[in-house]
T-cell receptor, first 114, second 115 residues
Framework: GAGVSQSPSNKVTEKGKDVELRCDPI?????LYWYRQRLGQGLEFLIY????????KSGLPSDRFSAERTGESVSTLTIQRTQQEDSAVYLC????????????FGPGTRLLVL | AQSVTQPDIHITVSEGASLELRCNYS??????LFWYVQSPGQGLQLLLK??????LVQGIKGFEAEFKRSQSSFNLRKPSVHWSDAAEYFC?????????????FGKGTKLSVKP
């Protein structure tokens, strides 16, 4: 594909609701990453998928956060019972998966929890 | 644990002046190092990366960075800044090992350019 795409681009939700964020990686990229960027902050790693291996979930901040990926395609990040501190830009990236390969980032989903 | 420090939160330079953005890392092995730029309303774009070979790396848009192992640094430079370079710059180290494949990012340096 042309690049990493994410949807929706913006999401406003009420505290306590669940949200799903979607990422379409570049075709052929075996690795997919989710990061969170709070206002004025750097990127925090959330979760990493590599092919059919078990995902690295070490960055997920709480059990309200989960993510799935089917094969080497689309990934969905789900946040349950959203809290105001979940407000951030959620960025997805993909790469060919070997060390040193460039991670290509999507435009992000801006989440606002009221 | 791996970490990246960008000591300068905000830098202002005049258009045409030279630029150096600082980045220090902590990593137990030979690092993979990256600089990304994030323009307002835009996604992250890779400027350059280093993981072996020549310690002076050339990137896009006239940027370069030098890896100095003795100083654990990977500073980004540009000889003459353009107004369009105003953006936020992130340094990152690749945390490869075991199941990890993610990047560890610094908190970023915001660059403003004076006319």
């Amino acid at each position: 594909g042309a690049g990493v795409s994410q949807s929706p681009s913006n999401k406003v939700t009420e505290k306590g609701k669940d949200v799903e964020l979607r990422c379409d990686p570049i075709s052929g990229h075996t690795a997919l990453y989710w990061y969170r960027q709070r206002l004025g902050q750097g990127l925090e790693f959330l979760i990493y998928f590599q092919g059919n291996s078990a995902p690295d979930k070490s960055g997920l901040p709480s059990d309200r956060f989960s993510a799935e990926r089917t094969g080497e395609s689309v990934s969905t990040l789900t946040i349950q019972r959203t809290q105001q501190e979940d407000s951030a830009v959620y960025l997805c990236a993909s790469s060919r998966g070997t060390p040193g390969e460039t991670q290509y980032f999507g435009p992000g989903t801006r989440l606002l929890v009221l | 644990a791996q970490s990246v420090t960008q000591p300068d939160i905000h830098i202002t330079v005049s258009e045409g002046a030279s630029l150096e953005l600082r980045c220090n890392y902590s990593y137990g092995a030979t690092p993979y190092l990256f600089w990304y730029v994030q323009s307002p309303g835009q996604g992250l774009q890779l400027l350059l990366k280093y993981f072996s070979g020549d310690t002076l790396v050339q990137g896009i848009k006239g940027f370069e960075a030098e890896f100095k192992r003795s100083q654990s640094s990977f500073n980004l430079r540009k000889p003459s800044v353009h107004w369009s370079d105003a953006a936020e710059y992130f340094c990152a180290v690749g945390a490869w090992g075991g199941s990890q494949g993610n990047l560890i990012f610094g908190k970023g340096t915001k660059l403003s350019v004076k006319p």
